[in-house]
């Protein structure tokens, strides 16, 4: 006779798979993420502000190493916070809760007075703050509070806690090394379904915008020092940072090639559509909607220069260094995957001057660093591109667009600096035997 199925077998099986996956949560992966980057000595060491809770439910110690002295890394710390200087943290997921956060791109005089009883805001509104408690330059910065936060639609997380404790602690390893620990206490009232809510959905949440702030700092910091650093050296500002230095959304890449820069600016308007199909399959996808909406047929053109500037000018050179440096430009409803309504561009003036609400501008940079690789000219080929969103609207929607689009997004990237390197190096190898 036939076996028969049990009626319950797929809601044992998923039962299983919860279960699987809640064990290596608790038994792995929360351990690794309430320490992560943290050596035992760092975890384990009293800091400051660590006696403001006497017994924490919760316990985090999160450690990175930037390669700035301290006195460069303090200025992105001290000027944190809502209407300040953000949490350089991810802009689309604060976008998404409503909030409109704006990370700083450089340290701003104005934020730098912070004392012990001021207070850090979190909300758009002030109505959640963080008051500071220890303040310590180059050193020390602690926010404490043990009154519980007045419930807010785009900050939840304060209200859970009856009392918690932020701090950052800056450790100098040397004098261009500097280790930033960050430390984070809290405690709630005794509640089961509280405490399941913290640790399974606001302990992981939590994790990942404050890893992605630890590395916005990082950067932030090390870029602002190599840029004293070589002031003493002929130094030209990338033409991206003029065009473009306030923006919400960016995603970058590079790749050495073993080509001087004439060979590699060569290869990029040389590049066609059968050296990047990946690229251009996920543009002909991207372009579907819009396609069956209108019923009109878009043809990719070549090579890439042709696709990035079509007739339409939607997109427009913005700026140009031959064989160092270029930025295009394009402006519209950038989110809408029926029609971006694409503003028609013929001049940075334009660019800049495009104020357009519930739009979004887009600047895509490429620029080339000559560097020695093995005693070999060799070019170091950074792709970047940023959005800036006019308005919060305008935010919160491609908030949502970005949530999809940037994995495929750095695929494209990744493929098409592969497909360039190959092409400039084989212009290279060809050019040696001519």
């Known amino acids: 006779m036939p076996k028969r199925s049990n009626p319950l077998q797929p809601l044992l099986s998923a039962l299983s798979f919860a279960g699987a996956a809640l064990g290596a949560y608790v038994l792995w992966l929360r351990p690794w993420h309430l320490r992560w980057g943290a050596t035992d000595t760092e975890v384990l060491t009293w800091l400051p502000g660590d006696d403001l809770i006497e017994r924490p439910k919760l316990s985090v110690t999160h450690a990175i190493t930037i390669r700035a002295p301290v006195e460069e890394v303090w200025p992105w710390l001290v000027q944190i916070g809502q209407g300040r200087g953000g949490f350089y943290s991810y802009s689309w997921v604060e976008g998404l809760l409503g909030l409109d956060m704006r990370s700083a791109r450089r340290v701003n005089p104005a934020w730098q007075n912070l004392h012990a009883a001021d207070s850090v805001p979190l909300s758009p509104d002030g109505a959640v703050a963080l008051p500071v408690d220890i303040v310590m330059p180059n050193r020390v910065l602690v926010m404490h509070t043990d009154q519980p936060a007045p419930r807010h639609r785009a900050v939840m997380l304060p209200s859970f806690y009856s009392s918690l404790t932020w701090g950052f602690h800056l450790r100098p390893i040397d004098a261009q090394t500097t280790r930033l620990i960050e ?73 050495l090639i073993h080509a001087p820069p004439e060979v590699v600016f060569r290869a990029i308007s040389e590049l066609s559509s059968e050296d990047r199909p990946l690229v251009h399959m996920l543009g002909e996808l991207r372009n579907l909607p819009a396609q069956l909406g209108s019923g009109h047929q878009h043809r990719t053109q070549d090579p890439f220069l042709s696709v990035l500037l079509d007739a339409g000018r939607s997109t427009v050179l913005l700026a140009e260094r031959p064989n160092q440096e270029m930025v295009f430009g394009a402006a519209g409803k950038l989110h809408d995957l029926i029609d971006q309504e694409l503003a028609s561009l013929r001049t940075l003036e334009e660019f800049m001057a495009f104020e357009r609400p519930n ?44 949530l999809g689009a940037r994995p495929l997004g750095m695929l494209a990237m990744r493929e098409f600096l592969s497909a360039l390197k190959r092409r400039a190096e084989a212009l290279a190898r060809e050019n040696q035997r001519t």
């Open 183 to 255: 430390r984070f206490h809290a405690d709630w009232p005794p509640s089961l379904w509280r405490t399941v809510l913290i640790r399974l959905l606001f302990e992981p949440g939590a994790f990942l915008m404050q890893r992605r702030m630890l590395l916005g700092i990082r950067d932030r910091a090390e870029r602002a020092w190599s840029n004293k650093k070589q002031a003493h050296h002929p130094h030209t500002p990338s033409l991206l940072d003029a065009v473009m230095p306030d923006y919400e959304f960016c995603d970058s890449a590079d790749v």
């Open 359 to 402: 739009c979004e501008k887009l600047a895509i940079g490429l620029r080339l660093v000559p560097e020695l690789s093995n005693g070999c000219p060799s070019t170091l080929l950074i792709l970047e591109h940023r959005t800036h969103v006019l308005s919060a609207e305008a935010g919160r929607k491609f908030a949502a667009y970005w």
